[in-house]
């Protein structure tokens, strides 16, 4: 595998589930990300870890859950969600401390559908 | 604050026709910016960038130089073909640190036969 991976890549659940999506990334970087995206809203950054430590929390609803077991690997957990939550989840990596010089690779995304 | 301003689209062309997506910003100092691509059912993915003043970034035929007098980053293309059928973001991240990168609404774009 090469570059990021994101499981699975369509998930369909009730209100009252719980589901965790997973994000890899096979580049050898230490900061990952989770976006929200919606139909016709801009990007939003939900949580980003550098070095397996939250640095951003963008006022997300708890039933949004991050992990960052280590620098390879990020999960997003799901509980209770609303059906405005079903949107694309797309996860990103990108290199070194200083982000403004490095660019992000993004995985293909999660579609999310909450019924 | 920190912000990024994108022309609406959809933009629709003809193969071969000249493209301009204008994309303007608000920042304190002097940002990286960037062009991401995403194409139908795939993530974003880097089309260039550029991360100081007066630089100009290009690949695969598009170009933009960053314009700090008119904090403009606008995104051009001389001859588009129909495998451009995207939607173009314009973004930046600022150099005061921290991880937080601003993405406009993004532009689609439509290129035909």
């Known amino acids: 595998e090469t570059g990021v991976t994101q499981t699975p890549r369509h998930l369909v659940m009730g209100m009252t589930n719980k589901k965790s999506l997973k994000c890899e990334q096979h580049?050898?970087?230490?900061?990952m990300y989770w976006y929200k995206q919606s139909a016709k809203k801009p990007l939003e950054l939900m949580f980003v870890?550098?070095?397996?430590?939250?640095?951003e929390n963008n006022s997300v609803p708890s039933r949004f859950s991050p992990e960052c077991p280590n620098s390879s690997h990020l999960f997003l957990h799901l509980h209770t969600l609303q059906p405005e939550d079903s949107a694309l989840y797309l996860c990103?990596?990108?290199?070194?401390?200083?982000?403004?010089?490095?660019?992000?690779?993004f995985g293909p995304g999660t579609r999310l559908t909450v019924t | 604050g920190n912000s990024v301003t994108q022309m609406e689209g959809p933009v629709t062309l003809s193969e071969e026709a000249f493209l301009t997506i204008n994309c303007t910003y608000t920042a304190t100092g002097y940002p990286s910016l960037f062009w991401y691509v995403q194409y139908p059912g795939e993530g974003l993915q880097l089309l260039l960038k550029?991360?100081?003043?007066?630089d100009k970034g290009s690949n695969k035929g598009f170009e933009a130089t960053y314009r700090k007098e008119t904090t403009s980053f606008h995104l051009e293309k001389g001859s588009v073909q129909v495998s451009d059928s995207a939607v173009y973001f314009c973004?930046?991240?600022?150099?005061?640190?921290?991880?937080?990168?601003?993405f406009g609404a993004g532009t689609r774009l439509f290129v035909k036969a």
């Open positions: 973004a930046l991240t600022p150099k005061t640190g921290g991880f937080k990168t601003i």
């Open positions: 990103a990596s990108s290199q070194g401390r200083q982000a403004a010089h490095y660019e992000q690779y």
């Open positions: 550029a991360t100081k003043a007066d």
């Open positions: 870890y550098s070095l397996e430590e939250r640095v």
């Open positions: 580049l050898g970087h230490n900061a």
